[in-house]
């Protein structure tokens, strides 16, 4: 993909962040029900949608800046940590997760602890489907 095309994609992909983030939060200012997930989830969602959009004009502003993010991005050294550094977050989230289930299994939360459990067996199974579709991709 030309690297032109994919900073748009991104500049979008922000846009749509900033409108999505916005609607959430008049939604949430107009709808009277007491949601304590909804408004931060909104306001980070429009904070990372403008640092999105102001990120990607400083790297699309200057021919100079734009040559450094695309051999950055296009480095193999870089995309090997990028995949390593995804891995082990995966592994330490979920690994994480089964601890904290496990800790609150033993101390009798089970109903605080199902999410987490949900959460874990999402994982895995995403894994094994993400797997198997890149089995057969390459």
């Excluded at 959009?53 to 193999?76: A, F, G, L, P, Y």
């Amino acid at each position: 993909m030309d690297f032109e095309k994919k900073m748009k994609i991104r500049q979008c992909v922000a846009i749509v962040y900033c409108v999505l983030g916005a609607i959430l939060i008049l939604g949430n200012l107009f709808i009277d029900y007491e949601n304590y997930f909804i408004l931060p989830f909104s306001i980070a969602l429009l904070i990372i949608g403008i640092l999105r959009i102001m990120q990607n004009r400083k790297i699309t502003k200057n021919e100079q800046t734009m040559h450094q993010q695309k051999v950055m991005e296009s480095d193999e050294r870089n995309i090997l940590i990028s995949e390593r550094a995804r891995s082990w977050t995966f592994i330490f989230s979920v690994v994480a997760a089964g601890f904290i289930v496990l800790v609150l299994s033993v101390l009798g939360y089970h109903e605080q602890a199902q999410p987490f459990s949900w959460f874990v067996c999402a994982m895995i199974g995403l894994y094994w489907v993400f797997y198997l579709i890149l089995k057969r991709k390459y």
